[in-house]
Each structure stands twice: as C-alpha cells, then as structure tokens.
C-alpha cells in the first residue's frame, strides 16, 4: 500500500468545532500542553486542532497499514500508573479491524506472567504502537482495551489455523485517537520473507551463470 501520511487522516478527523475537546488531547494533557508552550510548539499544533485535529476512526489506509502487520507493541499500565509494554506477533494481519473504532486480537498462550491483562483488569487505558522497519512507517493508537474470553465467535474469528500458537483470550481495543508519526530515526528492517524474495533472484542468476560457465569450461 502506499505509505500513510498525515493527509490520510482528513477524511475521519473532526473538526474542533464538532466535539467538546480536541481528539488529540487524549495525549495532549494539560503537562504535555504546557511544555508545548514552553518549548515553541503549542501554536502549530493548536492550530492543526483547529484545522483537522486526529483521526478517531479507522480509515481505509489504517486498515490496509494494520493488514500488513505481523507484530505491534501494546502499551497498558496498572491503577497506580506503572507502564508496561509487550510485543504481540502473528501472521500478517492478525490484528483484525472489526469495525471502524475496533480492533481485535489472539491472545497466544506465553510465559503466563498475564501483566498486560491485570493492568486491563483495572486500568482499561490502552495503546498500539505499529512499525513498518521496511518502509520506515509508525502508526500510534490510543484507546481502551478489554480481554474476552467467554465468547467462542469471537475467538474462532481471531484464530489463524495455520499459526501454530494456542490462543488464549482475545483482546478487543477501542480506538479513541490515532496518528501518525514521521519517518526520522527509524532504522531500515527487513524480514525473512522479504530477504528472502530479494534473495531468490540473485540465487538463480547465480545458478544460471555457474551453468554457463560449467558448459564454457568443458
């Protein structure tokens, strides 16, 4: 797909105008305002609030950005505010886009600490953080997240039959603001897969110029 900007939010930003607060103060607290202002750059995002504001649904572009995902990090903290972060993986995609504010995903058996869903258990504020190392591409999302495991239709939806993982619970993610965030900084990755379809090429030119010369030297 093509790489997400700033400009693809418009579509699904509001207008301050339209709602009580700005969709962004979700992350522009009072303390992040004020050292905004002191450091110079309250007024440009100020007036972005005016103009256009975050995003607080998915648009076609988030959806398509999170169907290329294979991993993402999940940001929870407990009630007395200690962060936690962990990293989810899976087959690309499989954090699903339920509806244009939810998200959803497998929850796979691990070491069984359960840290992300105790803090959810009392602090349902949530946060994704997606990165694409190839393209040099963040997405971040701010939100509620809850843990489900009493629903069977759920689950089967979220279970990949051919990810070799035991899905615990899913975990469903209610997208309050998202953004997204510049390229600078972030280091070129590539995957196995796509080493490997980079890789394939080269392999068989070789193999064709080791034929050739197999057939020049006898």
């Not at 962004?24 to 905004?36: E, L, N, R, W």
């Not at 035991?166 to 997204?180: E, M, N």
Request: proline share 4%; charged share 25%; net charge negative.
């Amino acid at each position: 797909m093509d790489a997400l900007t700033e400009t693809d939010m418009s579509e699904t930003a509001r207008p301050v105008s339209d709602i009580a607060v700005p969709v962004g103060d979700v992350a522009f607290s009072p303390a992040v305002k004020a050292m905004q202002e002191a450091r110079g750059s309250r007024s440009g995002y100020a007036q972005m609030e005016q103009k256009r504001g975050w995003a607080d649904t998915i648009s076609d572009e988030l959806a398509g950005f999170i169907a290329e995902r294979d991993s993402f990090y999940l940001g929870t903290a407990s009630a007395d505010a200690q962060p936690y972060i962990q990293h989810r993986g899976g087959q690309p995609g499989f954090l699903k886009v339920l509806d244009n504010r939810t998200l959803a995903f497998a929850d796979f058996s691990g070491n069984r600490q359960y840290i992300s869903a105790g803090n959810l258990s009392e602090n349902s504020a949530a946060y994704i953080f997606l990165m694409d190392y190839t393209n040099r591409r963040r997405i971040k999302i701010w939100g509620k997240a809850k843990v489900v495991r009493d629903d069977p239709d759920l689950l089967a939806s979220l279970t990949d039959e051919n990810y070799k993982a035991k899905v615990d619970q899913a975990i469903v993610f209610t997208v309050d603001a998202w953004d997204v965030n510049c390229p600078q900084h972030i280091p070129r990755k590539f995957s196995e897969n796509e080493m490997a379809a980079e890789v394939e090429p080269l392999k068989a030119r070789i193999a064709e110029l080791e034929a050739e010369v197999a057939v020049l030297r006898a």
